[in-house]
Every structure is written in C-alpha cells, then in structure tokens.
C-alpha cells in the first residue's frame, strides 16, 4: 500500500429530456467515485475538468471541491456524487484532475481518467 492512492470510477448517463438537437445541447450526468486506496488520510479540495466536444473543441474548468463539497478521506473510505455537464454536439469526452492534501499537509494530484459523453444510438 502507498502513501497516496486512490482508486476512481465513473458512471454517465445521457439525459434526453435535457437536451435539444435544435439548441446543440447534449446534457449528460455523471456518477463519480473516489475511494482512498493509501494509507494516509486525504482531503479533496480542488478539480479540474477539461471537457472536449467531438468537434475538438475544449473548455477548462477549475474549482474548490466537488458539488460544494471537500470531502475527508481515511484510507478505505469513498465519496460518491453525481454533477452533470453540457457539450454542443452529441458526443464528447472528459478528463480531469483531483487536488488533494494529505493528513500530513502533502499536496498531490490524482488524475481523473479520460471518459466518454455519448448519446445513444438507436439502431433500426
């Protein structure tokens, strides 16, 4: 077990109801979770996202915690949330980074893997 580890996974949900062809707006939820995998307690305190359209077209997006919040860690624990997303074409992708500081006042990243917005195709 390392000092710093921490263990990410990811669930996306197309929201249809949300979005509109017409408008380019391709409205996409997210399910987040970061389980502390070290063995030093940890605090999130910051993110970064970098959110790509299909067409390349990039936006950054930085900020203190998640969802209003800057959760502790101790080694095993997890913080799960949901936020969402708007791109203007139908498919796209995300990645991002977690600032995090640890119980002894180290500050590290922890990359957020690239994942997918995709809006379903329905296949005839």
């Known amino acids: 077990m390392t000092k710093f580890s921490a263990q990410i996974s990811v669930q996306v949900q197309f929201l249809e109801e949300q979005s509109s062809a017409e408008q380019s707006q ?66 796209g992708s995300m990645k991002g980074t977690y600032f995090c500081i640890s119980e002894e006042a180290e500050i590290f990243e922890v990359p957020i893997p690239e994942f997918s917005l995709t809006m379903p195709r329905i296949l005839h």
């Open 26 to 91: 391709y409205h996409f939820a997210y399910t987040l979770s970061i389980k502390n995998d070290g063995e030093l307690a940890f605090q999130l305190i910051a993110r970064e996202w970098i959110i790509t359209d299909s067409e390349k077209n990039s936006q950054q997006i930085k900020g203190l915690g998640v969802v209003g919040q800057q959760p502790l860690l101790k080694s095993g624990q997890a913080f799960e949330y949901t936020s969402w997303s708007t791109i203007p074409t139908p498919t």
